[in-house]
Nanobody, 119 residues
């Protein structure tokens, strides 16, 4: 079965950094685009970043451009999100997701990892 397991979340102070990882299994990871999506407390899902399977083209929501970097290691079936200059607005549960055939829709999700930015 498809499995996505996030790790690396935690509590950090404003201005700090975290690196999230997503271990993928149950499918040919290198064939699929992947995304990071987050959900802040009491709010809806927000797409954060995506990376293409073939060209490694990346894209980001405007609020994280210049601060977050999405990457992947296909040999390790792992997706990453490097987050720098974190602020309280970044507090959310972060999910990695396997992109579906429709833009903005996803086939599979991980269980999420909590990121809390607070002093």
């Amino acid at each position: 079965q498809v499995q996505l397991v996030e790790s690396g979340g935690g509590l950090v102070q404003p201005g700090g950094s975290l690196r999230l990882s997503c271990a993928a299994s149950g499918f040919t990871f290198s064939d699929y685009a992947m995304s990071w999506v987050r959900q802040a407390p009491g709010k809806g899902l927000e797409w954060v970043a995506a990376i293409d399977s073939g060209t490694y083209t990346t894209s980001y929501v405007d609020s994280v451009k210049g601060r977050f970097t999405i990457s992947r290691d296909n040999a390790k079936n792992t997706l990453y999100l490097q987050m720098n200059s974190l602020n309280p607005e970044d507090t959310a549960v972060y999910y990695c997701a396997k992109d579906g055939v429709v833009a903005g829709m996803y086939d599979y999700w991980g269980q999420g990892t909590q990121v809390t930015v607070s002093s």
